[in-house]
């Protein structure tokens, strides 16, 4: 079985930064994809960042420049610092990772989620 649990989230003041931890835990062989997701009131979850274990990165239109994704792979573990927060930022926070264990391939699996709140 695999955990991801982030950490990080919190109330800030726009134009404010934030840094989201994600640590993902158990019989993890390896993980290609970690991803970072958000859910806003009444709104579909949404991509804004991915991070390949070979360090290539993707970012919504919405938060590039502003937020930046990084991981360690040693440590399955991955952060999300975001900069110049906005407050339609405000939103809960996932993270996603794509685990190989000995079980399955590249299976998805969730954190728990964390508040991000930016106020105006």
């Known amino acids: 079985q695999v955990q991801l649990v982030e950490s990080g989230g919190g109330l800030v003041q726009s134009g404010g930064s934030l840094t989201l931890s994600c640590v993902a835990s158990?019989?993890?062989?390896?993980?290609?994809?970690m991803s970072w997701h958000r859910q806003a009131p009444g709104q579909q979850r949404e991509v804004i960042a991915t991070?390949?274990?070979?360090?290539?990165?993707h970012y919504r239109d919405s938060v590039k420049g502003r937020f930046i994704i990084s991981r360690d792979n040693a440590q399955n573990t991955a952060w999300l610092q975001m900069n110049e927060l906005r407050p339609n930022d405000t939103a809960v926070y996932y993270c996603?990772?794509?685990?190989?264990?000995?079980?399955?391939?590249?299976?998805?699996?969730w954190g728990q989620g964390t508040q991000v709140t930016v106020s105006s």
């Open positions: 996603n990772a794509q685990v190989t264990t000995l079980q399955a391939l590249w299976e998805d699996y």
């Open positions: 158990g019989n993890i062989r390896s993980i290609y994809v």
């Open positions: 991070m390949t274990n070979g360090g290539s990165t």
